[in-house]
Nanobody, 115 residues
Framework: QVQLVESGGGLVQPGGSLRLSCAASGSILVIYRMGWYRQAPGKQRDLVAVITSGGTTNYADSVKGRFTISRDNAKNTVYLQMNSLKPEDTAVYYC?????????WGQGTQVTVSS
């Protein structure tokens, strides 16, 4: 019943930046956390960053210092600012929301880092 709408993906050169957005709507009574996962070809879906209802953040080691997760509680929106992008960041990025009814997923947005 929760809908997640993502935007901001695309093609960027190595060293460039992208900002992903994910807006949640629907029957949302409580949000425990929102996050971003990514899945590269042939790989499993891995956590990139997460932010809890209290504002605590956590990042995968591979993106620490380069990516920043943030939120706008009034809009139930989570963002992922991605700087200093590398080819290995290429993946489908999925937004997630953990609420009272479980985990919801966005459809994913492609991020391609290539020259």
């Amino acid at each position: 019943q929760v809908q997640l709408v993502e935007s901001g993906g695309g093609l960027v050169q190595p060293g460039g930046s992208l900002r992903l957005s994910c807006a949640a709507s629907g029957s949302i009574l409580v949000i425990y956390r929102m996050g971003w996962y990514r899945q590269a070809p042939g790989k499993q879906r891995d956590l990139v960053a997460v932010i809890t209802s209290g504002g605590t953040t956590n990042y995968a080691d591979s993106v620490k210092g380069r990516f920043t997760i943030s939120r706008d509680n009034a809009k139930n929106t989570v963002y992922l600012q991605m700087n200093s992008l590398k080819p290995e960041d290429t993946a489908v990025y999925y937004c997630s929301l953990d609420g009272i009814s479980g985990r919801s997923w966005g459809q994913g947005t492609q991020v391609t880092v290539s020259s």
